[in-house]
């Protein structure tokens, strides 16, 4: 079946610009999370959603960055007034149960802010 | 703070050969950890994982060994294979600390095998 997709898969964007990042997760998966990997980095949690609700934001670097899941399926990410240090790659997972060895990732979007 | 290390940024060995890579952690409260690999333009993918009432987890060619006291732990895969060539992102978990679905991750080692 159809994993977990992203789009864009690229977005370039100029400092002070808002930018939204989509998320489609696998049907079904209750649970969604963001991470952020920085250029030789690992990923770094965001946010975890389970249903409609962030049941965890606590890794939101500022009140630039807000995340939504309205119907409990996709989510956008935002980010308000775009810095440098924005840049990076934004990946998104969804598990089935909010099992951590059943998070399954789709292949991100390159954020550049010039 | 990095609370989980991964030293060596890449390792490169010869097909056939075992692959050894390496993490370290700091935090005490970490008791479920992870190895994922991730090829260029794809997200990292579940390999294989372990619980910290476990010292060894094998699941074919990898096995992953935990070492609590060192607080360190290794994932070897023996025979390497080209297609195992790919960056081995190290996680924790503290799932009894109640964030069981908040993963911690390493930079990454980057493992080229060569045919």
């Known amino acids: 079946g159809a994993g977990v997709s992203q789009t864009p898969s690229n977005k370039v964007t100029e400092k002070g610009k808002y930018v939204e990042l989509r998320c489609d997760p696998i049907s079904g998966h209750t649970a969604l999370y963001w991470y952020r990997q920085s250029l030789g980095q690992g990923p770094e949690f965001l946010i975890y959603f389970q249903g409609t609700g962030a049941a965890d934001d606590s890794g939101l670097p500022n009140d630039r960055f807000f995340a939504v899941r309205p119907e409990g399926s996709v989510s956008t990410l935002k980010i308000q007034r775009t810095e440098r240090g924005d840049s990076a790659v934004y990946l998104c997972?969804?598990?089935?149960?909010?099992?951590?060895?059943?998070?399954?990732f789709g292949p991100g979007t390159r954020l550049t802010v010039t | 703070d990095q609370q989980v290390k991964q030293n060596s940024p890449s390792l490169s060995v010869q097909e056939g050969r075992i692959s050894i890579l390496n993490c370290d952690y700091t935090?005490?409260?970490?008791?479920?950890f992870l190895w994922y690999k991730k090829y260029p333009a794809e997200g990292p993918t579940f390999l294989i994982s372990i619980s910290s009432i476990k010292d060894k987890n094998e699941d074919g060619r990898f096995t992953v060994f935990l070492n609590k006291s060192a607080k360190h732990l290794s994932l070897h895969i023996v025979p390497s294979q080209p297609g195992d060539s790919a960056v081995y992102f190290c996680?924790?978990?503290?799932?009894?600390?109640?964030?069981?679905?908040?993963?911690?991750f390493g930079k990454g080692t980057l493992l080229t095998v060569n045919p």
């Open positions: 997972a969804s598990s089935p149960s909010g099992r951590i060895d059943e998070q399954y």
């Open positions: 996680a924790a978990s503290a799932r009894s600390g109640g964030s069981n679905y908040k993963l911690t």
């Open positions: 935090n005490s409260m970490f008791d479920y």
